[in-house]
């Protein structure tokens, strides 16, 4: 009993508290029960539904179709027949029954007489864009030449000599191309229309031919290499932000000075460090810059060749990774450099990769790493594998080869390998070649101009392909469908039309009657305000007149119209200057004059003196009988006083 009225307590109290805090109980709801197995049989039945729905129109369609297509044997084979024996007619006209397994098709049986179209066939039909869906690198190796973005070009003018430098920032926004001319000219893709105009034309190295051109791995810096001893970094507007130091030419020791003393061959970018760049010159180095310090180069690598006396570099290059340096030399050697370590001892090298004297124009890694693709200037292509070094792994020959800076590149999946020809005297068929990089069997030989193709890019992300010719022009190839912005962007646009200059004009009140102060001057079309202005000699600035007569407006006329003609003139035409002449003679001149008319001592005797009274003019003895009488004289001298006085 006590435990009973302890319970109906406590309800009690929960009754009371429920009330209090406004709900009705507390853990009295019970949680909501799903039944799985009823929902897995509601899914199960809809799912069978549709799948009869499915193969009851698949069999109305094969029913109504009649396509067929004769074979050798004279039979007829149906669209939808499945591949293979024909089914047996005890199976095709017996119904299938289900049965248990793991294969069991759900839904219903199939309907009877219906053999020709199985559960796999309906698996290929709904997913059959997965056909299709195969990895692009396996269908690249199968068919290589089919992925040759080249359906489409647009044609850029960059001058009238040779194309012989052209390179594409990473994102393949902007290109820049360099020539003979020594002239760089800016083109941007998403800028530009159909007019294929460049936005900027430079002229950054004065009179030297452009030898190479390169972006930078964020594309924020273009380095430039010209035919002087200093290598310049521009922005990507062409302003300069550095000028490499030149070094002393009477230093013997090129490792002593502060920059190249020659002529410079290539330039490259390091591919991982954004203010790292590399030079190669004819002085017999190759020097490793620091964007942010230009006073002196950071590293200098002087390669030699097998006499040990100093090789010059023709071309240098990076690995991909950054952790190589290839360099090749006119004596036809290939040398690798450990970017890790100093550069003192060669990690790779082959002398006899090339012929000796040849030109090396052009080195380049492949994607992974492990290839290097030479060019040379004896008119083949090489593949070198660095792991074995001292023999290629396969040659192509015929290659015409007339330039120091011809390219050869890899195709972004590093199954092609891509090169340009140039052309003998009097041939018009510039080729860019396509080969094998497995073995350098020539894939395609695409004519793409009647003049040597120099240099030639193809960029991964653009997947579009880039040559500069030997007639100034540069060509963008592409493939709408597998090419990505670049040329696609600029094809599309319309060309800009030449805007109408814009102008308002005031109204004009005719007042014929009003006070002066307020009349407007008459309006004058443009045509008259011309001629009024040709008649003001200080609006048309027009040329003075030549003169006739003796001059006007302040002008001498015809004898004086220079003025060594006037001075000339004026000095035969003045008078004898008075000072030049006797002092004496000029006094005396105006004798008689001053006789005639005096002025000074005549007139203030007029009065007193009317008649001039002069003295007598004796002779000298006179003189002296005067003298004597006065000298001989007894009495006292006037003008003396006595002692007594």
């Known amino acids: 009993m006590a435990a009973k009225e302890t319970s109906a307590e406590r309800d009690k109290e929960e009754d009371e508290m429920e009330k209090v805090m406004g709900f009705s109980g507390f853990g009295g709801k019970k949680a909501k029960q799903f039944d799985f197995m009823s929902m897995f049989e509601q899914t199960r039945r809809t799912a069978m539904e549709r799948s009869q729905k499915i193969l009851a129109e698949r069999e109305e369609a094969y029913q109504q179709t009649d396509i067929r297509t004769p074979n050798t044997s004279g039979n007829t084979i149906h669209e939808f027949d499945n591949v293979g024996p024909p089914v047996p007619d005890t199976l095709k006209n017996k ?59 647009i044609e850029l003018r960059q001058g009238k000599t040779t194309v012989s430098a052209l390179t594409l920032d990473p994102s393949g926004a902007r290109l820049i191309a360099g020539g003979y001319d020594y002239m760089v000219k800016f083109w941007d893709f998403a800028g530009m229309d159909t007019s294929l105009k460049s936005f900027r034309e430079i002229r950054p190295c004065e ?6 051109l390169e972006y930078s791995l964020s594309g924020e810096y273009v380095l430039v290499v010209a035919g002087n001893a200093q290598a310049k970094v521009i922005d990507r507007d062409g302003f300069e932000v550095m000028q490499c130091k030149k070094g002393d030419q009477y230093v013997t020791d090129t490792s002593h000075t502060k920059g190249h003393t020659g002529m410079l061959n290539a330039g490259c970018w390091h591919p991982k460090n954004k203010i790292e760049f590399m030079t190669c010159s004819i002085d017999g180095s190759v020097r490793l810059w620091d964007l942010k310090k230009d006073e002196k180069h950071k590293s200098i690598i002087k390669p030699r060749n097998k006499q040990g006396r100093r090789a010059i570099p023709t071309t240098c290059c990076y690995s991909r990774d950054g952790n190589y340096i290839a360099v090749a030399c006119n004596d036809g050697s290939i040398q690798l450099w450990d970017h890790r370590k100093m550069f003192v001892n060669v990690a790779f090298k082959n002398m006899n990769a090339h012929t000796n004297g040849s030109e090396t124009s052009s080195l380049c890694f492949s994607y992974n790493g492990k290839i290097l693709a030479s060019r040379g200037g004896d008119d083949t292509l090489k593949l070198w594998d660095i792991r074995s070094f001292q023999k290629p792994l396969c040659v192509a020959e015929d290659l015409f080869n007339r330039f120091p800076m011809t390219d050869c590149t890899f195709s972004p999946y590093d199954n092609l390998v891509v090169t340009g020809v140039s052309v003998g005297k009097g041939e018009t068929d510039g080729q860019l070649v396509f080969l094998n990089s497995q073995d350098l069997k020539v894939v395609s030989r695409a004519t793409v101009s009647d003049s040597s193709v120099v240099r030639s890019l193809w960029h991964p992300k653009l997947n579009q392909i880039v040559i500069g010719t030997g007639n100034g022009i540069v060509k963008v190839f592409y493939d709408p469908e597998t090419s990505q912005r670049g040329a696609k962007l600029c094809v599309v646009k319309k060309k800009s039309k030449v805007k109408a200059i814009e102008y308002t004009s005031s109204n004009y009140v005719i007042t014929p009657h009003a006070l002066p102060m307020f009349r407007e001057a008459r309006q004058q079309s443009t045509f008259k305000q011309g001629l009024k202005a040709r008649k003001d000699p200080m609006k048309s600035k ?21 003025l060594a003609q006037y001075v000339a003139k004026q000095i035969a035409i003045r008078k004898p200057d008075e000072r030049d002449k006797d002092p004496r003679a000029a006094i005396l001149r105006h004798a008689e004059e001053a006789k005639k008319n005096p002025l000074w001592v005549t007139p203030a005797y007029e009065n007193t003196q009317p008649i001039p009274i002069f003295q007598k003019d004796d002779s000298d003895s006179n003189d002296e009988d005067e003298g004597d009488k006065i000298m001989n004289r007894t009495g006292p001298v006037p003008w003396k006083r006595s002692k007594k006085e």
């Not at 066939?121 to 080249?150: A, G, Q």
């Not at 009179?207 to 190479?212: C, G």
């Not at 027009?542 to 220079?562: E, K, N, Q």
Request: proline fraction near 13%.
């Open 542 to 562: 027009r040329p003075d007149l030549p003169i006739d007569g003796v001059g006007v407006g302040g002008r001498v006329g015809h004898h004086g119209s220079t």
């Open 95 to 153: 119904p299938s029954e289900p049965t248990d397994g793991d294969d069991d098709m759900p839904g219903p049986p199939l309907p009877s007489g219906f053999g020709g179209y199985t559960n796999e066939d309906l698996n290929n039909e709904i997913n059959v864009d997965s056909d299709h869906e195969e990895d692009d690198n396996t269908m690249v190796f199968k068919r290589p030449e089919s992925k040759i973005p080249m359906s489409h070009e």
């Open 207 to 212: 009179s030297y031919p452009i030898r190479s």
